[in-house]
């Protein structure tokens, strides 16, 4: 402690002699005209919806899931999740679903997990940078229920999957006259490991579950034919 003083007293001393030093060399400087400072470069406008009534919406779209980490579930999500979804309530089989994950955007909310799982250990983000979903035959399952059966990829596999499909509705979007929204979710599950996301290691350890319970949700935006919007 009996430096510390000397020590503060010599750094304020330095201060001012530096603060002097520096007021006379701009008292005797010619003074020079301020330069302008050049502006921001504007920020691109958003791009506009897109109002097909079939391409998922982006911002109200996700991916989630859920496994086992011990004892308790775990949730994360991915962040970046495209597609199409068209499934028309009276003649199914005439509609079309795809969809890609971004695997990069793998986003549990512990930074050190993502990064572990973007490794070649789980989900090799660097060599396969998209999870995709392409459906081939669309099925009624009951009242605004459809089963879409099509190929799952992820990673190095490709498997023929059934996932359940509910139909949400359709509505008139609030915001944005003219144009009609509907909604659609899929819950379903798979074994990660069949899709080599994993050695097996984790789940021999009893650190981590095989199974992985999977949500996708998203909403589709359509021009409402011969709507004309208000002035």
């Known amino acids: 402690m009996r430096h ?27 003074s020079q005209e301020t330069q302008p400072v050049a502006a921001a470069p504007a920020k ?15 911002p109200h779209t996700a991916a989630t899931f859920w496994i086992r980490h011990i004892v308790a579930p775990v949730a994360g999500r991915f962040n970046t999740v495209s597609g ?23 986003d549990t909310g512990v930074a ?12 090799d983000v660097a060599a396969y940078p998209a999870m995709t979903f392409t459906g081939s035959r669309i099925a009624p399952a009951g009242k605004d229920k459809a089963n ?12 023929t999957v059934t996932i359940p499909v ?43 579950g095989d199974v992985t319970d999977i949500r996708v949700s998203g909403e589709t935006l359509a021009a409402r034919p011969g709507c004309v919007k208000p002035q």
């Open 4 to 30: 510390f003083h000397l020590s503060c007293l010599a750094g304020l001393a330095l201060i001012a002699l530096l603060a002097g030093a520096a007021l006379a060399q701009s008292a005797a400087a010619p």
């Open 44 to 58: 691109a406008p958003d791009a506009a919806p897109v109002t097909d009534g079939a391409t998922l919406d982006p």
């Open 84 to 106: 199409t979804i068209h499934i028309p309530a009276k003649d199914m089989a005439k509609g079309r679903v795809a969809f890609s994950v971004a695997t990069q955007s793998v």
């Open 112 to 123: 050190a997990r993502d990064t572990h799982l973007r490794t070649a250990e789980f989900l």
């Open 148 to 159: 879409v059966s099509g190929t799952l990829t992820i990673k190095d596999v490709a498997k």
């Open 166 to 208: 509910a139909l949400l509705g359709t509505k008139p979007h609030p915001m944005m006259p003219c144009v009609d929204v509907t909604g659609y979710e899929a819950y379903f599950s798979i074994n990660r490991l069949d899709y080599h996301v994993g050695t097996g290691k984790y789940f021999k350890m009893g650190a981590v």
